[in-house]
């Protein structure tokens, strides 16, 4: 069964930048949808972005033009840039494989375990 490692999570401060990254455990990877969701204390998950296996890109609105999602199909790895990070950022980070882009948790059969994201103002 395919698995997920998220990676890269860490302390930074307001305006910094971090990358995320999310290992799958074998190649099928490569023909999901790769999806980061966050979470904040007290908040539902919710929908950063997604990378369609076919390279179709989506992003909520409030990290547009400073989050990108990437993948490397060699490295069966895909990617969380982060820049221009703002304190309300700060949450644990998920990465997520399925079969299509969508904004619903429930979308997404396979889940990498989180990695946490601090920005301080």
């Known amino acids: 069964q395919l698995q997920l490692v998220d990676s890269g999570g860490g302390l930074v401060q307001a305006g910094g930048s971090l990358t995320l990254s999310c290992t799958a455990s074998?190649?099928?990877?490569?023909?999901?949808?790769v999806a980061w969701f966050r979470q904040a204390p007290g908040k539902e998950r919710e929908f950063v972005g997604g990378l369609s296996w076919t390279g179709g890109t989506a992003y909520r609105d409030s990290v547009k033009g400073r989050f990108t999602i990437s993948r490397d199909n060699a490295k069966i790895t895909g990617y969380l840039q982060m820049n221009g990070l703002k304190p309300e950022d700060t949450a644990v980070y998920y990465c997520a494989a399925g079969q299509f882009v969508q904004t619903l948790t429930r979308a997404y059969p396979y889940w990498g375990q989180g990695t946490t994201v601090t920005v301080s103002s």
């Open positions: 074998e190649h099928t990877f490569n023909s999901y949808a």
